[in-house]
C-alpha cells in the first residue's frame, strides 16, 4: 500500500510540475502575442503621428496600394508619399534597429558574464564612428553605411586579436581590449573632426556621433532588416548554448558545448548585427543595455523566451522613442540617441537599485 500510496505522489507530482509548465508556456506566448501586436499598432500610429495630418485610414490604404491589396480608401498623392517615401522607412529602420540592438545587448550579456555589457563594449561603435567620420569629412557622405560597418569590423578584429596575446580568449580580456579599442576609436575620431570638419559637416558628424534616423529610406530599411533576419535568426536558434555561459565556461564545456568556437561565433554574430545597426543609424545608446534586463524579469533567464522577446521589446522602445524625437520639439528635430539617454539612465538607476540586480556587485 506504502508503495502505490508513493507511486502515486509522484505521478500527482509530475502532473502537477507539468501543468505549471503548461501554464508558464501559455503566459509565455500571449505575453509574445501581445506584444507582437502592440507593437503593429504603434508603428502604425508613428506613421500617422506628425506635422502633417495623416489618418491610420490614410496608413493602411497606402500601404495596402503599395502591396498589391485592396485599399481601404483614396489617398492623394501628397499623403501617400509621406507614409511611404518618408514616415514607413523610417519607423521600419527605427524598429529594426532597436530589435537588433537589444538582440545584440542580450547576447553580450551571456557570452561575457557581464551584466553591464551593451553592443558596443567591444569597440564596435567607436570604430564605426571613426570610419563613417572619414567617409564625411572626404565628401563621400553616399558611403557613411559601409565605411561604419566596416569600420565595426575592424574595431572588433582589432579587439579579439589584442584579447588574444594573453592566451585564450577570456570575457574579462576581451571587455579590457574592447575598452582599449573604443578609447583609440574615439581619439581617431575626435581628430578627424578637429582637424577636417567645418560647416555642414560638422553638424552632420555630430548628428550622426549622437545617434539619428532622420535620413532613413527603404535602403536603410534593407540593411537593417536583412541583417536582423538572418543574424538575428542564427542567434535565437543558438539560445540554448548561451544558456551554458551562465554557470561559466568549464561548466558549459562539461555540456558539451566549444567554448571558444561558440564564443568567437556569437561575438561574431554580434559584431555583423551591431554593425549593420550603427551603419544607418549611428551610435544610439542604452537600447541594448537596459531592454535585456526589463525583459528577463518577464521571460526569465532562459535564452529560448528571452531572445524573441528581446527583439519584440527593443523594436517598441526604439519605435517609441525615434516618434518623441522628432515631434516633441517640432519643427526642431533632437537625435534619437539623446532620447534613449533621457529614458535609459533613470530606469537603468531603478534597475540597479531592484532586487534582480542584487546579484550585479
Avoid at 579579439?160 to 570575457?171: D, E, Q
Avoid at 551610435?283 to 527583439?311: K, N, Q
Avoid at 537625435?335 to 540586480?357: D, E, M, N, Q, Y
Wanted: charged letters at 10%.
Amino acid at each position: 500500500m506504502a508503495h502505490l500510496d508513493w507511486g502515486h505522489t509522484v505521478t500527482a507530482a509530475g502532473r502537477t510540475a507539468t501543468g505549471r509548465a503548461a501554464a508558464a508556456r501559455g503566459r509565455y506566448l500571449g505575453l509574445v502575442a501581445a506584444s507582437t501586436l502592440a507593437l503593429l499598432f504603434v508603428c502604425a500610429v508613428a506613421v500617422a503621428f506628425g506635422p502633417a495630418d495623416v489618418s491610420l485610414r490614410d496608413v493602411l490604404a497606402s500601404v495596402a496600394w503599395h502591396l498589391g491589396l485592396p485599399g481601404l480608401a483614396d489617398v492623394s498623392p501628397l499623403t501617400d508619399s509621406i507614409v511611404w517615401q518618408l514616415r514607413l522607412p523610417r519607423v521600419l529602420t527605427a524598429a529594426a534597429v532597436g530589435a537588433g540592438l537589444a538582440l545584440s545587448g542580450a547576447v553580450m550579456q551571456s557570452v561575457t558574464r557581464n551584466p553591464l555589457a551593451d553592443p558596443y563594449l567591444l569597440g564596435l561603435s567607436s570604430g564605426a564612428s571613426l570610419g563613417a567620420v572619414c567617409v564625411v569629412i572626404l565628401g563621400v557622405a553616399f558611403a557613411l553605411p559601409v565605411a561604419a560597418f566596416l569600420g565595426a569590423l575592424a574595431a572588433l578584429v582589432a579587439t579579439l586579436s589584442i584579447a588574444r596575446v594573453g592566451g585564450t580568449i577570456t570575457p574579462g580580456r576581451a571587455v579590457l581590449s574592447g575598452l582599449a579599442i573604443a578609447q583609440l576609436g574615439a581619439a581617431g575620431t575626435s581628430f578627424v573632426i578637429f582637424w577636417s570638419a567645418k560647416g555642414d559637416s560638422y553638424r552632420e558628424i555630430l548628428n550622426w556621433l549622437l545617434g539619428s534616423l532622420a535620413g532613413s529610406s527603404w535602403t536603410s530599411v534593407l540593411i537593417s532588416g536583412t541583417a536582423l533576419v538572418v543574424v538575428g535568426t542564427g542567434i535565437v536558434l543558438a539560445a540554448t548554448r548561451l544558456d551554458a555561459f551562465a554557470f561559466g565556461d568549464t561548466a558549459a564545456a562539461s555540456l558539451g558545448i566549444n567554448v571558444n568556437a561558440t564564443r568567437w561565433a556569437m561575438l561574431g554574430a554580434v559584431a555583423l548585427l551591431t554593425g549593420a545597426m550603427v551603419a544607418v543609424s549611428g551610435a544610439i545608446g542604452f537600447v541594448g543595455l537596459i531592454l535585456p534586463h526589463l525583459v528577463r524579469g518577464l521571460s526569465g533567464p532562459g535564452h529560448r523566451r528571452l531572445l524573441p522577446l528581446t527583439v519584440i521589446f527593443g523594436a517598441l522602445f526604439l519605435v517609441v522613442a525615434d516618434t518623441l524625437a522628432r515631434t516633441v520639439f517640432d519643427p526642431r528635430e533632437l537625435p534619437v540617441g539623446i532620447i534613449t539617454a533621457i529614458i535609459g539612465v533613470p530606469v537603468f538607476i531603478v534597475l540597479i537599485k531592484s532586487r534582480r540586480a542584487a546579484t550585479w556587485a
